[in-house]
């Protein structure tokens, strides 16, 4: 079936309407129960990333990932899956093989190459608990970690090595550039990534989620990987809601 003819039968559900104060304190929840994934054993604190996996499809195929924060389809994933330029072909299918509309880029750094994003998803709002990655990633040099990716529709994961980070920056001249600080990365040696891999959990060990990946390099004998840590994201969303709330100017 070609794009159009899936489009054709595509039924797009409706967006739950709410207030920037009800997504504010959606967001708001989030945040402050934080602490929740911590009680999350390693199994089953990787499930719960697996289970909350998205594919970003473009034009109805593979494009990028994502992991949902919240039920009605907040996801975090890097901001080159989603950017305004591409985000009208958009869809998101998640792990239960469902796939819904692309809704908006609520907030994003471009500079991190880190965004939060909405799919549609016409269910009761409510924050879903991960278990996150809060100290430094200078305790988990050398340490093995997972990229997960959802690819279509399969759960793909590829194992490398912490290792000590350095400035990352990139520049296309098509879309933006990107510079990560050492203190704000998460790089891994000893793994293979490909297209289509970016914007996917960066698990540790322990099941913890410590970064969003947003590139790799595939030369034979360097291959790598590199993210953004999750500390970024999460004060990405603390600026999101101080926006909805008007407390920030959006910049």
Known sequence: MGYFDWLKEFEAPEPIRRTPTEIA???HRFLHELHQGN????EQARQRAEKNLVEIQMYGQHS???LLITTDGYFLTAYHCVTDDIKSTLTVRTADNRVYPFERICHALPKLDLALAKATIPVPAEPIHHAFY?????QLHQSPAVALSLRNGAIVSKTGVIRQSHYTTLSDPESHEVVISPEESV???QI???KGDSGGPIISAHGRVIGTLFGANNEIGK???TGIQISCAIGMLYQYEQILRGNRPYK
């Open 25 to 27: 304190d959606l967001i």
């Open 39 to 42: 009680n999350l054993t390693p």
């Open 64 to 66: 990028s990932n994502g």
């Open 134 to 138: 809060g100290d430094s990633i200078e």
């Open 187 to 189: 790089e891994l040696d």
């Open 192 to 194: 293979l990534c490909r």
């Open 223 to 225: 291959e790598s990987a």
